[in-house]
């Protein structure tokens, strides 16, 4: 047995928990081990002081000392409180909406509270503990696992263990990697995350796989740009005079930094190099017109250009805008999506083989296997942030020699830049198009929240149109944070009764997004309340208001790309930012929210607030395949990884020729960064 064997030649792996456990795609050994508890609970119990932490669950056996009586908070919970003593440290429980547990404390009485105890003041707080039962627990520490299907943390623990038992994971960081960092083995970091003997080991075993994803997405993205480089002689397409009347035709006329940025691609167009450039400019730049520009130049010089997009809604949307631009010009163009009929996709996978110009426009159904393009001049991805290194290395491989244009509206801080993108050229559009109107953004807190519908249905009787984003898609319960489905019906049998009202959802099927998304277009709907589904290019500048419930969820560059979908026309737009306000962190954030509109200023605060030790509630940097790491939480680590991972690719050590050839190989298969010999 070795890692890539199924999970099914486990032992006690029948047909019905492999369906369980491949529902969970877990579908190898490799899977399995790399399924990380998502958290722990510290059954050991009664820490010292000191060792209490209120990162983790911990149990601490503590006396009741108070029984408050409930409260009403301001939005319209109740609240339960009881005082507790531990070792001589008050501690305060508290509970929302469950005014019946009350009855399981007496007085004087003890109990085993589990919970994560964090300092405040000179006691502690706990948020919805609960009794632990303690009877029957082997070890000390606890894994949670996320439960998919009928997974239990149980089987999970019972497979780890047995695999475990039988593999050592060998390891795969040369030893003065090792050393000098002070990390623990690859093998025994395994075995800690999933069975940890102690915090500290627990700590040591997230420390060193954290830098192992860090260290292998440095190589893969230091490999990549090797690739690059070292590919062929890129083609040289010439500026082609009918460049000056696809110019004449547009609806306005470029800003310099538009103007900029285009002659500095169409220099790399005309080099022999291939091009690498990432465009960086603010929502609502206009980098897609930029974008077009370079489209037409290579196809007016012979070559398929593709454009590729992270959804569905937005190729629909650079497509008809394609047919606008470039269409009158003559310029064939396909849309390649998921969703595109079979018989369509054959037909234009046939059109992509043949040696004719074409503009593709698409989403990742354009990078799969069988899509084989000829005479690829240009690829361009917008909104780079949703893919992948894995991704973008796929759709060089395709066009071998054709020019990559990155673009995006994430406006990653520079520091932070120099060790994602050290790879690629830079242009920046830093400018906004002439009469854009200031959005004018507010917080509010979730009491005020009708005064937000109120200016909302103000917009819309003068006709104009609303976003309203929700961090999900049903209710729930626990964590008590708004839905697209509660938010429709509170608006619904509501203010907005007379209104038409639609929900728009990452669940839907895509034609019914895309009807969704025309219906709002077409200003048939007036208010479109949204998962983030719409973060990402869509342009309706009729809507001037966007309203983001429980915004304390959202980063702050998601906030800011969220925002620019408003104000994108002629009428002043509003953002409202509906928060619930707990911390000091959150409610800074907000404000930067408020202050500024520059992407770039957002970027920066926000990196300097993260800095801090806050943890958010979403992943920010969308980097698919890290499992614990965090681009921005973890730069520190990033930055040595990518140092060692430089200095390992210069070097090419013999020692270290078998990791670099395993990460190489993994480059696009594997989508994740912990890889094993
Ligand atoms: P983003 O950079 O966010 O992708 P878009 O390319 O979607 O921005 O452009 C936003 C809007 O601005 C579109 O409606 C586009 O037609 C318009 N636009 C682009 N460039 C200009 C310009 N130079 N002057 C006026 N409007 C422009
Ligand atoms: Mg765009």
Same mark, same amino acid.
């Given at each position: 047995?070795?890692?890539?064997?199924?999970?099914?030649?486990? =032992?006690?792996?029948?047909?019905?928990?492999?369906?369980?456990?491949?529902?969970?795609?877990?579908?190898?050994?490799?899977?399995?081990?790399?399924?990380?508890?998502?958290?722990?609970?510290?059954?050991?119990?009664?820490?010292?002081?000191?060792?209490?932490?209120?990162?983790?669950?911990?149990?601490?056996?503590?006396?009741?000392?108070?029984?408050?009586?409930?409260?009403?908070?301001?939005?319209?919970?109740?609240?339960?409180?009881?005082?507790?003593?531990?070792?001589?440290?008050?501690?305060?429980? #508290?509970?929302?909406?469950?005014?019946?547990?009350?009855?399981?404390?007496?007085?004087?009485?003890?109990?085993n509270l589990m919970g994560k105890f964090k300092k405040v003041g000179n006691g502690f707080q706990?948020?919805?503990?609960?009794?632990?039962?303690?009877?029957?627990?082997?070890?000390?520490?606890?894994?949670?696992?996320?439960?998919?299907?009928?997974?239990?943390?149980?089987?999970?623990?019972?497979?780890?263990?047995?695999?475990?038992?039988?593999?050592?994971?060998?390891?795969? !960081?040369?030893?003065?990697?090792?050393?000098?960092?002070?990390?623990?083995?690859?093998?025994?970091?395994?075995?800690?995350?999933?069975?940890?003997?102690?915090?500290?080991?627990?700590?040591?075993?997230?420390?060193?796989?954290?830098?192992?994803?860090?260290?292998?997405?440095?190589?893969?993205?230091?490999?990549?740009?090797? =690739?690059?480089?070292?590919?062929?002689?890129?083609?040289?397409?010439?500026?082609?005079? &009918?460049?000056?009347? !696809?110019?004449?035709?547009?609806?306005? /006329?470029?800003?310099?930094?538009?103007?900029?940025? $285009? %002659?500095?691609?169409?220099?790399?167009?005309?080099?022999?190099?291939?091009?690498? %450039?990432?465009?960086?400019?603010? $929502?609502?730049?206009?980098?897609?017109?930029?974008?077009?520009?370079?489209?037409?130049?290579?196809?007016?010089?012979?070559?398929?250009?593709?454009?590729?997009?992270?959804?569905?809604?937005?190729?629909?949307?650079?497509?008809?805008?394609?047919?606008?631009?470039?269409?009158?010009?003559? $310029?064939?163009?396909?849309?390649?999506?998921?969703?595109?009929?079979?018989?369509?996709?054959?037909?234009?996978?046939?059109?992509? =083989?043949?040696?004719?110009?074409?503009? @593709?426009?698409?989403?990742?159904?354009?990078?799969?296997?069988?899509?084989?393009?000829?005479?690829?001049?240009?690829?361009?991805?917008?909104?780079?942030?949703?893919?992948?290194?894995?991704?973008?290395?796929?759709?060089?491989?395709?066009? #071998?020699?054709?020019?990559?244009?990155?673009?995006?509206?994430?406006?990653?801080?520079?520091?932070? +830049?120099?060790?994602?993108?050290?790879?690629?050229?830079?242009? +920046?559009?830093? *400018?906004?198009?002439?009469?854009? &109107?200031?959005?004018?953004?507010? $917080?509010?807190?979730?009491?005020?929240?009708?005064?937000?519908?109120?200016?909302?249905?103000?917009?819309?009787?003068?006709?104009?149109?609303?976003?309203?984003?929700?961090?999900?898609?049903?209710?729930?319960?626990?964590?008590?944070?708004?839905?697209?489905?509660?938010?429709?019906?509170?608006?619904? *049998?509501?203010?907005?009764?007379?209104?038409?009202?639609?929900v728009l959802h990452g669940k839907m099927k895509s034609s019914e997004k895309e009807d969704i998304?025309?219906?709002?277009?077409?200003?048939?709907?007036?208010?479109?309340?949204?998962?983030?589904?719409?973060?990402?290019?869509?342009? @309706?500048?009729? +809507?001037? @208001?966007?309203?983001?419930?429980?915004?304390?969820?959202?980063?702050?560059?998601?906030?800011? /790309?969220?925002?620019?979908? @408003?104000?994108?026309?002629?009428?002043?737009?509003?953002?409202? !930012?509906?928060?619930?306000?707990?911390?000091?962190?959150? &409610?800074?954030?907000?404000?930067?929210?408020?202050?500024?509109?520059?992407?770039?200023?957002?970027?920066? /605060?926000?990196?300097?607030?993260?800095?801090?030790?806050?943890?958010?509630?979403?992943?920010?940097?969308?980097?698919?395949?890290?499992?614990?790491?965090?681009?921005?939480?973890?730069?520190?680590?990033?930055?040595?990884?990518?140092?060692?991972?430089?200095?390992?690719?210069?070097? &090419?050590?013999?020692e270290n020729k078998r990791l670099v050839y395993e990460i190489s190989q993994g480059l696009e298969?594997?989508?994740?960064?912990?890889?094993?010999?």
């Amino acid at each position: 047995m070795d890692i890539y064997s199924s999970v099914s030649t486990l =032992k006690g792996v029948g047909p019905k928990v492999l369906e369980k456990l491949n529902k969970a795609s877990i579908f190898n050994i490799l899977d399995l081990l790399l399924y990380f508890p998502r958290d722990y609970e510290f059954i050991g119990g009664n820490p010292t002081f000191e060792d209490i932490d209120g990162e983790i669950k911990q149990i601490l056996t503590c006396a009741v000392t108070s029984i408050k009586r409930d409260i009403r908070t301001r939005t319209g919970k109740y609240l339960s409180t009881i005082e507790f003593d531990y070792d001589g440290h008050k501690i305060d429980g #508290k509970w929302f909406n469950q005014p019946y547990v009350k009855n399981s404390y007496k007085l004087d009485n003890t109990y085993n509270l589990m919970g994560k105890f964090k300092k405040v003041g000179n006691g502690f707080q706990v948020i919805n503990p609960v009794i632990a039962c303690r009877s029957g627990l082997s070890s000390e520490i606890k894994p949670i696992y996320t439960l998919k299907g009928e997974l239990t943390d149980k089987l999970l623990s019972k497979l780890v263990s047995t695999v475990m038992d039988i593999i050592t994971i060998s390891e795969n !960081l040369p030893k003065e990697i090792l050393d000098k960092y002070k990390l623990i083995g690859l093998d025994e970091s395994i075995r800690e995350i999933h069975f940890p003997k102690d915090n500290n080991l627990l700590k040591a075993a997230i420390a060193r796989l954290k830098f192992q994803e860090l260290f292998t997405y440095s190589m893969k993205l230091l490999l990549l740009k090797n =690739k690059i480089k070292g590919s062929s002689n890129g083609i040289s397409i010439p500026w082609n005079d &009918k460049l000056g009347e !696809l110019k004449k035709t547009l609806p306005f /006329q470029l800003t310099n930094a538009q103007t900029r940025v $285009v %002659r500095e691609i169409l220099m790399d167009q005309k080099s022999h190099h291939p091009m690498n %450039r990432l465009v960086q400019g603010d $929502v609502g730049s206009g980098k897609t017109v930029v974008a077009f520009i370079a489209i037409y130049n290579a196809y007016t010089n012979g070559y398929k250009a593709a454009f590729m997009v992270p959804t569905e809604i937005l190729a629909n949307q650079h497509y008809e805008e394609a047919k606008k631009l470039l269409g009158p010009f003559g $310029v064939e163009i396909e849309l390649l999506t998921g969703s595109t009929s079979a018989k369509e996709k054959k037909r234009i996978k046939d059109r992509i =083989k043949e040696k004719e110009p074409l503009v @593709v426009i698409g989403t990742h159904a354009l990078i799969q296997e069988d899509v084989d393009f000829q005479d690829l001049g240009l690829v361009v991805t917008d909104e780079q942030h949703r893919f992948g290194v894995e991704q973008r290395s796929k759709l060089i491989n395709k066009g #071998k020699r054709a020019d990559v244009i990155v673009m995006t509206a994430t406006p990653i801080p520079r520091t932070l +830049a120099l060790y994602l993108y050290s790879d690629l050229d830079v242009s +920046a559009i830093d *400018e906004l198009p002439p009469g854009r &109107k200031k959005i004018d953004t507010s $917080v509010y807190r979730e009491s005020s929240r009708n005064k937000a519908y109120e200016l909302a249905m103000n917009e819309v009787k003068k006709g104009r149109q609303v976003y309203v984003v929700c961090p999900l898609i049903d209710e729930d319960e626990t964590k008590q944070l708004n839905s697209v489905e509660s938010i429709y019906k509170r608006l619904k *049998e509501g203010i907005f009764s007379d209104v038409e009202v639609e929900v728009l959802h990452g669940k839907m099927k895509s034609s019914e997004k895309e009807d969704i998304i025309n219906r709002f277009k077409d200003n048939e709907t007036k208010v479109l309340i949204s998962t983030t589904v719409i973060e990402v290019g869509i342009n @309706v500048p009729n +809507a001037s @208001v966007m309203i983001v419930e429980s915004a304390q969820r959202f980063g702050l560059a998601q906030l800011h /790309q969220l925002r620019g979908r @408003v104000g994108r026309g002629e009428y002043p737009s509003f953002c409202i !930012l509906i928060a619930n306000i707990k911390s000091d962190t959150t &409610k800074k954030r907000m404000m930067i929210m408020a202050e500024s509109t520059d992407g770039f200023y957002i970027a920066e /605060q926000d990196l300097k607030l993260r800095g801090s030790g806050e943890m958010f509630g979403m992943k920010q940097s969308g980097e698919e395949g890290l499992l614990l790491a965090d681009i921005y939480e973890d730069m520190d680590i990033l930055k040595y990884a990518r140092e060692e991972a430089k200095l390992i690719l210069e070097n &090419k050590e013999d020692e270290n020729k078998r990791l670099v050839y395993e990460i190489s190989q993994g480059l696009e298969k594997s989508s994740k960064y912990i890889c094993f010999n």
